[in-house]
């Protein structure tokens, strides 16, 4: 398949939209089909792509992930003023915002406290494995409500739909407006960092080394020095799931030579 970069793309796409439409018809959440899907098949299937597929793929999802949260949030400000039978209830709006509030941090919380104990007894010295309390309330903070949450809206029935619908509406612009809005501040209130990447993805640094690479014969005619051009990746402590897909999954799922 790595002689037909645009088949390869095409499989890509088409099989994501196959793992949403499984998902729904056996009523899981296709939309949690469909990040799973991303996940493993950029960790598995990315390596198995020409370059000219990735780039292909890469920028093509880009513009269309783009363009539908534009196109959302366009339908969200158009909704707002002209969806017939708005009804708004005061009493089900604030409700509807204390009920949220509640369920993410009953969310965060606990699903924290698992993870800082697991890092305490099984990871001790990894210094990023806890999260902190500050971390915690900034996750808490961002739970913004939007497109999911006004799209599921719509498959409401019954008398109340409207004013179901018409509350989704406002918490999705109110969430979007003040949550979205103050999270500038709430970062710098919480002291976290921003543009902090962490370990490199090990296919993002081989990319980036063929584009060194590549630009340095371009550009001039002096040998390369791998040493200091070439981007280095960061020792990452090891972890028994890491070393058995290393060991097993990677070779069986990838390949070793790739066309470009």
Request: a negative charge; charged letters at 15%; glycine letters at 4%.
């Amino acid at each position: 398949m790595q002689h037909f970069p645009f088949i390869e793309t095409s499989l890509i796409i088409l099989q994501a939209y196959a793992s949403y439409l499984v998902a729904n018809s056996i009523q899981l959440s296709g939309i949690v089909a469909l990040l799973f899907y991303g996940i493993v098949t950029k960790h598995y299937a990315y390596e198995n792509m020409s370059q000219t597929s990735r780039e292909t793929t890469q920028n093509m999802l880009r513009v269309l992930s783009q363009l539908a949260e534009n196109f959302i949030f366009i339908y969200l400000g158009v909704a707002w003023f002209t969806k017939e039978n708005q009804r708004f209830e005061g009493f089900f709006v604030l409700f509807t915002f204390a009920i949220i509030l509640v369920a993410r941090f009953f969310s965060v919380a606990p699903l924290a406290l698992f993870i800082n104990l697991y890092a305490k007894f099984f990871d001790p010295n990894s210094p990023h494995a806890k999260i902190p309390l500050h971390h915690q309330l900034m996750i808490w903070w961002a739970g913004l409500r939007g497109a999911i949450a006004f799209a599921l809206s719509f498959e409401v029935s019954g008398v109340e739909k409207d004013a179901v619908q018409s509350t989704i509406l406002v918490v999705c612009a109110v969430t979007v407006i003040a949550f979205g809005g103050s999270t500038p501040f709430a970062l710098n209130y919480f002291q976290i960092e921003t543009g902090v990447s962490g370990e490199p993805d090990d296919n993002v640094v081989e990319d980036l080394n063929e584009n060194i690479e590549m630009d340095h014969a371009f550009n001039t005619n002096d040998p390369l020095d791998v040493t200091t051009a070439r981007v280095q990746t960061q020792t990452v402590p090891d972890h028994w799931f890491l070393n058995f897909d290393r060991k097993y999954l990677k070779p069986l799922f990838g390949r070793k030579t790739r066309v470009e």
